[in-house]
């Protein structure tokens, strides 16, 4: 199939999970979270309690896709910032690696220059992660040994009743 | 694609409802939603028109339970079916791990039926995807309605392959939750498959 599958393991959780945490703090920001590109949650940090993660996920990855869409009508590649200014929050919207979204989620008390800065600092931390992983799923593919294989048709027969 | 994470231990898929305008997709999503418990649910959301025609996606989340110590989690997706949205249909498909297409079984909209069918897999093609080799459920929807095109005919010309078809009454929920099924089990055992 096309793209490559998707794949995190425990150590890379929570390398990208420090380094969302970082992000929030020196930020000012109140949430961060990463998403990926089919829209599909990896890691969120800040004020997330009370916020639906899993819509904000999906419509963050609709958004870049459309905007993706609308960059290749005109001849760009991507677009690979965005920056939504609301009347209290605002939100900064950065794709990592071609990858991957970061989302920022800020306030008054930060700002976009610092938001941009800080987003700037992490970007190739992230990036150098998620190239990790990309890699590591594609060798543990190839081994063909991972707990998929053993799923028998009444372990899924069993999800339905 | 999948996203399998060892991390959190959860498994997610993404199941995209297709076919013509007006053949019932959302009708399917919200009817889902209706019935699901709320613990394994989360928001439905649906980017409309003001009448209520999808203008790019609903998606709704659900959680089915755990297999291997795994949570499965299934976004189901739903596209625009009129013909004039193409791109947003296209790049809803992008990640997709199996597709249920909705037949509008009135005889009136086999034209529109034989053409999303068509649609659908020239959009995936231009993705790498083979629709013959993917997790595909078709479903004949309003079977209610007195001008229903016969089951048959419909299976000649949508479905000359064979794959696993349901009739369908989305407004009432029946066949909805059967077709749900059949698409989760084939896209868990393709999961299966390429591990
Ligand atoms: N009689 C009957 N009507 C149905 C059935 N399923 C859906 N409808 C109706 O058909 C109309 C269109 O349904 P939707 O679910 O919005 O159709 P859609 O496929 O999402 O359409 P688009 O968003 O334009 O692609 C609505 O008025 C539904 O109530 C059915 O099984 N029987
Ligand atoms: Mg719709």
Redesign the pocket.
Known sequence: MSNPQLVMYDEEAKQISAIIDRLTKEANAKVVFVVDKNGQLISSSGETAGLDTTSLASLTAGNIAATGGLAKLIGEKEFSILFHEGEKDNLHISIIAQRVILVVIFGSQSSLGLVRLRVKKVSEELAKIFESLARKAEAEAESGDSPFAEITDDDIDNLFN | MSFINYSSREINCKIVYY?P???????NLQHVYGKTNPEAKGKMISLATET???LFFDFLPLSLGEIRGFKTRFHLY?V???VFYDASRKLILKGVDGVVF?ADSQVERMEANMESLENLDINLKEQGYDLSKMPFVIQY??R??PNAAPVEELRKLLNPNGSTDYE????TGEGVFETLKAISKLVLIELKKSH
Do not use: H
């Open positions: 076919g305008g007006l053949c019932g997709k959302t009708t209520e025609r999808t739903t625009p079916g009129q909705v929807n309003k209610d309605l369908a009454c989305a407004a």
